[in-house]
């Protein structure tokens, strides 16, 4: 085995070994560490420093109860988190998550995917991630607003505008992101660099609730154009119906695509005349209702039980939006067959390393997820920008810059799998631009 071998699965032991029940964690920081292996061979000053050992263990990591009562009056306890995993070159930056199924090896992937995403959007941003394992569903908005001041009334003594931003992910919005900074100020007084996906009235920006769908299309566009190709009347699957989902719809739209499924954890909608963007943001954002209503209000439509990637349909790109893992070997295997030419990922990690594989060995063009969603927290760090200087810029100003944003990441890791000789492997290319980056600084701090 050369060095880099050695000190690869030197590493990967000692992951495995420290947090055996950690799967997700251990699938993001493997696939990332085995591309940088011609990284690792160029700069031996990495392995030298250890820069990897040090990048995958959180700076800290805060865990703690959150009480809340119900609207029965029952006393009910959740659990939080927040991992400030790395902040290198800037304060940690990154969402939290509300689902049933947020755990420590959760946050611990999402925030180290976190670290070389925000490191692609060029801005001065480190990575964090928190969360918890309360379940939104169903809950009134009193018991959302209790929720939310519990968990900040805990959260509040960690964060801070200079040292770590959390904003909004699966199961936390504009709903929650109010609450939350209503606490926040209640405990500190008004500081609203604190979080981002604000409201506009208190010191939100514009394009955030767009960003990260905006953008994975913005990067989609810049991938498919790379190819001489063009978006226009190409045929979309989409999954999730969420703040992603939506937003990458309208924007594959108005590109000229044709969009024909949407879903949830539930199943999902086929409309082969095209997903009617009104009805799905009426159902989602106004009427907080499940996708299947989408087949009541639209009669081209059909709903089905279960995964939209066990659908077979002839189309071209497929968008998974919802969350980690949605595609294992065998869906991959059913999108290969049904003819996609691009996949690029709106959501954290949905495809898993078999996937992955599958997407490779048939010549699919991939967009992973830390390139491709990074438009949303990129956004974020623009709303960190308006709220120092106490001004807020225009919608065209933030799409513009989020625009250049996308197209300079897509650029980047185009330029290292050139540099490398990836052969199109855009998953490497992101990791390894996201990585030289982070490593810099990190050397240049010194063993901290
Ligand atoms: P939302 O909560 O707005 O929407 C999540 C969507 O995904 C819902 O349709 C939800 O369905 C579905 N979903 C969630 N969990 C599951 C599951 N276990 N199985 C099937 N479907 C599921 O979240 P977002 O749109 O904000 O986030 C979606 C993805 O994008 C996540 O992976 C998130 O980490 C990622 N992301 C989000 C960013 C942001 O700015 N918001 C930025 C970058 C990435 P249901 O209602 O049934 O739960
Ligand atoms: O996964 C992500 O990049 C997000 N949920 C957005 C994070 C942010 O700070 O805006």
């Not at 519990?150 to 199961?171: C, N, R, Y």
Request: proline share 3%; glycine share 10%; charged share 25%.
């Amino acid at each position: 085995m050369t060095d880099v071998e050695t000190y690869i699965k030197g590493l990967k032991e000692k992951i495995i070994s420290r947090d055996p029940d950690q799967s997700e964690f251990q699938e993001a920081v493997f696939t990332v560490i085995d591309s940088l292996k011609p990284v690792l061979k160029k700069h031996p000053e990495y392995i030298k420093a250890n820069i990897l050992g040090l990048m995958v263990e959180p700076e800290r990591v805060i865990q703690f109860r959150v009480p809340w009562q119900d609207d029965k009056g029952n006393f009910q306890i959740n659990r939080g988190f927040r991992v400030q995993f790395n902040s290198a070159i800037g304060p940690y930056k990154g969402g939290l998550r509300f689902h049933p199924s947020v755990n420590l090896s959760i946050v611990k992937f999402l925030g180290f995917e976190q670290i070389l995403k925000n490191s692609l959007t060029g801005l001065p941003i480190g990575g964090g991630k928190g969360g918890s394992d309360f379940d939104p569903k169903g809950k009134s908005d009193l018991e959302i607003m209790r929720f939310c001041q519990s968990f900040m009334t805990e959260l509040q003594k960690h964060i801070g505008p200079d040292l770590d931003v959390p904003a909004g992910d699966i199961g936390v919005g504009g709903r929650e992101i109010g609450y939350l900074y209503g606490q926040y100020k209640r405990l500190n007084g008004s500081q609203n660099g604190i979080l981002t996906g604000k409201g506009l009235q208190y010191g939100g920006s514009l394009a955030r609730i767009e960003a990260t769908g905006f953008g994975l299309i913005y990067y989609l566009d810049a991938l498919v154009k790379d190819q001489n190709d063009t978006l226009k009347n190409k045929v979309v699957k989409i999954s999730g119906a969420g703040n992603v989902a939506i937003y990458a719809l309208q924007k594959a739209q108005e590109k000229g695509a044709k969009v024909v499924t949407v879903s949830d954890s539930n199943g999902y909608i086929y409309d082969s005349n095209g997903i009617d963007l009104a009805t799905v943001k009426q159902i989602k954002e106004v009427e907080r209702a499940r996708i299947k209503e989408y087949a009541d209000k639209i009669k081209t439509a059909q709903y089905f039980e279960g995964s939209v990637w066990d659908l077979s349909i002839d189309y071209d790109i497929a968008l998974p939006c919802a969350t980690q893992n949605e595609i294992d070997g065998k869906k991959a295997q059913l999108i290969a067959k049904d003819g996609v030419k691009y996949i690029a990922e709106g959501a954290n990690m949905p495809s898993n390393t078999e996937a992955i594989k599958v997407y490779k060995d048939n010549q699919i063009i991939y967009g992973p997820a830390k390139a491709a969603n990074a438009g949303g927290v990129a956004v974020s760090a623009l709303e960190m920008s308006q709220n120092s200087e106490r001004l807020s810029w225009s919608f065209e100003d933030v799409d513009g810059q989020l625009q250049d944003i996308m197209q300079d990441i897509y650029d980047k890791t185009a330029a290292a799998d050139k540099e490398y000789d990836l052969g199109k492997d855009f998953q490497a290319g992101a990791n390894i631009a996201g990585f030289e980056k982070v490593a810099k600084a990190m050397l240049a701090q010194g063993l901290v």
